[in-house]
């Protein structure tokens, strides 16, 4: 493959946030768009953190999201030897040095110096490397680090602002700055497209890619452009937080978003489509993605907009993808996966696929994920429906009207075609014959068939629920009513 090449490259060490898959996306998105190779690099060094669940559970949520790559897994861990042996080049260029300092002991020195962090105590003191001495990288004392950004154009970082950072730790971990930039320079990466949280950490990058260009015996390898991400913020404008606000992609995939929709979403965050279009299918997502159109402003991570884009692609599915797509919800021991933690409250023996293929059409346009649907359709596979008390009290009761409306209506629906428009047009007399609109004669009648107060169109479920079935329901809630 030829073009440009992108890598993502995630920490496995939670869930996979929104952030990270925005992050994806858009590296997905410029590789197909430019021709380019879309790489997977799973960050895998902080092995205090890492779980090998986080890692499937990001190519998991890849694969749903449909972000295929073109080259990986690839694990940082097993880059190791790559990056010692650039740590011992910068040692060996004098760009590196020991430091025996313990954190007690920066502290103590640093105690009223009007510049924070490390204050260069072992720079010119030529301690001899040893398995407690850390390696620290010698930033210029002058100067400035321009890093070239995509979407935000040169930042310029003065070197004064940097203290002697650590590159090697005293265990001989080799830290993210320095792994993070070997791998890139490895596998020849020509754009690092991520957060603007990564922003403050890219100079030391820099840093050591430019010093790495200069070592003996090291290969020259140009320096990517980066772009830099918006970041994403909630409704008080203040970044996504992993504790309060919800941010895992496995979250939304259980709750019944589809993929295609999150991604059209996910685009939004930081770019708009040409032409005002939200809505906007995947094949033109990468037909008009371009970096340079990235806005640098905080992207809102609304989720009442993400689900309003969610409804209307579940409206757009054919009614045939449209029951293949909500059978993890309704009928999960048919499918290879099933959301986390969700049941049923029928059984497979209850549950009648052929019902539910009439029955789809009706909820489809009622639903906003596909994690609403068990709840609108249980009273079609349970034996009698799940009342919720509160509408009960409020469309029945032990009002007389409901009372009289309950028992005309038992009485007119076991003579009349069992069709959804008599049905209909029989209310519509039973009503007025009570002084009642058409809204007010339907409740009592649905929370008796089906135990709440919304739902799909009354009179169609009426005629698949079938005769006997609603008589049932109609004659119990009477009889509670008069009890």
Not at 119 to 133: E, F, H, K, L, Q
Not at 158 to 185: C, M, Q, T
Not at 200 to 227: D, F, H, I
Not at 433 to 445: D, F, S
Request: aromatic share 10%; proline share 7%; glycine share 6%.
């Amino acid at each position: 493959m030829t073009g440009p090449r992108v890598r993502f490259a995630p920490s496995p060490t939670g869930y996979f946030h929104v952030g990270s898959a925005r992050a994806s996306l858009f590296n997905w998105l410029f590789a197909r768009q430019t021709g380019g190779t879309f790489i997977l690099r799973i960050e895998d060094t902080d092995t205090e953190r890492n779980r090998d669940e986080w890692h499937q559970g990001i190519i998991s949520a890849m694969t749903w999201l449909g972000l295929d790559f073109d080259e990986g897994p690839f694990l940082q861990s097993d880059f190791l030897a790559d990056h010692i042996s650039a740590a011992d080049a910068l040692l060996r260029a004098g760009y590196l040095y020991p430091c025996s300092c313990t954190r007690e002991e920066i502290d103590e020195r640093i105690k009223g110096n009007a510049k924070p962090g490390y204050d260069g105590y072992c720079r010119d003191r030529a301690v001899p490397r040893s398995a407690t001495t850390a390696l620290r990288f010698r930033v210029p004392d002058e100067g400035t680090t321009v890093v070239p950004d995509v979407i935000r154009g040169d930042v310029t970082f003065p070197h004064d602002s940097y203290e002697d950072f650590i590159v090697v730790k005293s265990n001989g971990v080799v830290l993210y700055p320095l792994a993070n930039a070997v791998d890139d320079r490895t596998m020849r990466i020509t754009h690092v497209i991520r957060g603007e949280d990564l922003l403050p950490t890219t100079p030391k990058q820099v840093m050591m890619w430019e010093a790495l260009n200069r070592c003996a015996g090291v290969a020259s390898v140009p320096l990517p452009l980066y772009a830099h991400l918006p970041l994403l913020v909630n409704e008080q404008r203040k970044k996504l937080s992993k504790r309060k606000d919800p941010v895992a992609v496995e979250t939304y995939r259980d709750q019944g978003y589809l993929p295609d929709a999150f991604v059209n979403y996910l685009a939004l965050l930081g770019w708009s489509p040409r032409g005002g279009e939200e809505i906007v299918p995947r094949s033109a997502l990468i037909e008009q993605f371009r970096l340079a159109d990235v806005s640098h402003s905080p992207a809102f991570f609304d989720v009442k907009k993400m689900t309003h884009i969610n409804g209307e692609y579940i409206r757009r599915l054919s009614p045939e993808e449209f029951v293949e797509q909500s059978a993890p919800w309704v009928a999960p021991w048919s499918t290879s996966w099933r959301p986390t933690d969700r049941t049923v409250p029928w059984s497979e023996a209850q549950f009648d696929a052929s019902l539910y293929g009439r029955v789809a059409p009706l909820v489809q346009e009622r639903v906003a994920t596909l994690g609403e649907i068990p709840a609108m359709v249980d009273f079609f596979f349970l034996d009698a429906p799940v009342t919720d008390e509160a509408s009960f009290a409020k469309a029945i009761g032990s009002d007389p009207l409901a009372q009289a409306l309950l028992g005309a209506t038992v009485e007119r629906f076991g003579e009349l075609d069992w069709t959804a428009a008599a049905l209909h047009e029989a209310v519509i007399e039973l009503g007025e014959a009570l002084g009642l609109a058409l809204r007010k004669a339907q409740a009592p009648i649905r929370c008796a068939v089906t135990g709440t107060l919304v739902g799909p169109p009354l009179f169609e479920s009426l005629e698949l629920l079938g005769r006997e079935r609603t008589l049932t329901r109609l004659r119990d809630a009477l009889a509670r009513s008069a009890s």
